[in-house]
């Protein structure tokens, strides 16, 4: 009889897991993705990107191309010649003259008061300032100690010292006439001369040319005049107070002389000329007195550029009439040779000692002029025409530019001096 298998083992050959039939759909957990949409989206936003980019670029080249029109110019850096030297020089400021000078008249009055102690009986003269005018001759003319002024009254006032008024000169075309301020007094004493403003002529030229060319007028009232009585003090304490007037008056007028000084010209107060005219004690309030100073003080100024070229001239030995320029030409020590009551106008010698850097000037107006158009290349032969000039340094712009500009207005020149 045949054996029976157990139904759960499995013949060979008969069932295998090979041979069942798998049958299972799979689920999409995912959206499909069209292919073609992204490129043509990639394509876009590239093509956007693109274009926001190439009008960037335009734009800045809009800008660097109206920059390159509106910052279009030239930089033109020099050095100019310079030379410290050692000046010791003794000289004589005279007009004219290689080295002249001019005069800046500064008035003043100070009263100061005292206890009275006493009166006395006094005589005195009336005095004022005036200007004298040279319009007779481009010469400078010396009047001589106690020439005549006369008004049209027929009063006499005299100058108690020489002086030179200076002759005329051109201004735009015109003739200015010479001028110079002075003190004038009385032929008398007496309250008769105490005057106001007036013309004045000079009765010593009656019947010349000179008549009709040289004249006065006042710059203060005549005043001091005076016949009679008036209260004291002692003598010592009275010259102490009108000292220390005259003192406060000359320090007040430096002040002013300094602040009206023009900056193209140099000053030393050591050359102050300084004039002053005591009044006669007057009564004060109570028992004080009254102690009147009228002053004027005169200041000898340079033109720095004619004081450098002196300089120049008498300090260095390759020097040849250049335009230079002194720096710090108030550091010098100038020592006057004359009174500090000289008169305005005459020869006034004085010593200068000190160190100064002479520094070479040029025409930077003739230079832009002479640059303007040109090209770069040809500054060496635009430059050595110009002996001020040792070392130049040019930027154009813009960059790619290789001339000047041609309007001159467009080129800057900067100055760089060496710190020794």
Not at 400 to 407: A, D, H, L, V
């Amino acid at each position: 009889m045949p054996k029976q298998m157990p139904q759960d083992v499995m013949p060979p050959g008969r069932r295998s897991i090979r041979r069942i039939p798998l049958s299972f759909s799979r689920k999409s957990t995912e959206k499909e993705i069209d292919t073609e949409q992204i490129f043509k989206k990639r394509g876009k936003k590239r093509g956007l990107k693109l274009g926001i980019w190439l009008v960037a670029v335009g734009a800045v080249l809009v800008l660097l191309v109206a920059a390159a029109f509106v910052f279009t110019g030239a930089t033109v850096t020099i050095e100019p010649r310079q030379k410290i030297v050692n000046v010791d020089i003794e000289a004589v400021a005279k007009n004219p003259s290689e080295l002249t000078y001019e005069t800046i008249a500064i008035g003043g009055t100070k009263t100061v008061y005292l206890q009275a102690t006493g009166e006395s009986k006094v005589e005195k003269k009336a005095s004022g300032a005036i200007v004298i005018y040279n319009n007779y001759s481009s010469s400078p003319q010396r009047l001589i100690k106690n020439t005549r002024f006369e008004t049209p009254t027929g009063l006499i006032y005299r100058i108690e010292k020489s002086i030179v008024v200076p002759g005329t000169r051109l201004e735009n075309g015109k003739t200015i006439p010479g001028s110079l301020e002075t003190t004038i007094f009385a032929d008398l004493p007496g309250p008769n001369y105490n005057i106001g403003l007036t013309d004045f002529t000079v009765p010593g030229f009656k019947g010349t040319p000179r008549y009709e060319g040289f004249y006065a007028r006042s710059k203060t009232a005549m005043l001091g005049g005076f016949i009679g009585k008036v209260p004291t003090a002692s003598e010592d304490k009275m010259n102490e107070a009108y000292a220390s007037a005259e003192r406060e008056l000359k320090q007040e007028s430096a002040q002013k002389i300094s602040s009206q000084k023009p900056d193209t010209f140099v000053w030393y107060s050591s050359a102050l000329l300084f004039e002053s005219v005591r009044q006669l004690p007057t009564a004060g309030t109570g028992s004080m007195i009254a102690l009147t100073v009228n002053a004027t003080s005169t200041a000898v100024v340079f033109s720095k550029s004619i004081l450098s070229r002196y300089i120049a001239a008498h300090s260095t030995t390759d020097y040849d009439k250049e335009p230079v320029l002194a720096d710090e030409l108030s550091d010098l020590i100038f020592t006057p040779r004359f009174d500090a009551k000289a008169g305005a106008g005459d020869s006034l010698p004085f010593s200068l000692k000190g160190q100064a850097k002479l520094i070479w000037q040029f025409d930077a107006a003739k230079l832009k002029s002479d640059l303007a158009g040109k090209s770069k290349k040809e500054i060496s032969s635009i430059i050595a025409a110009y002996r001020g000039i040792i070392r130049t340094s040019v930027v154009i712009r813009p960059f790619w530019e290789s001339q000047f500009p041609n309007n001159p207005s467009k080129i800057k020149i900067n100055i760089v001096l060496t710190s020794n």
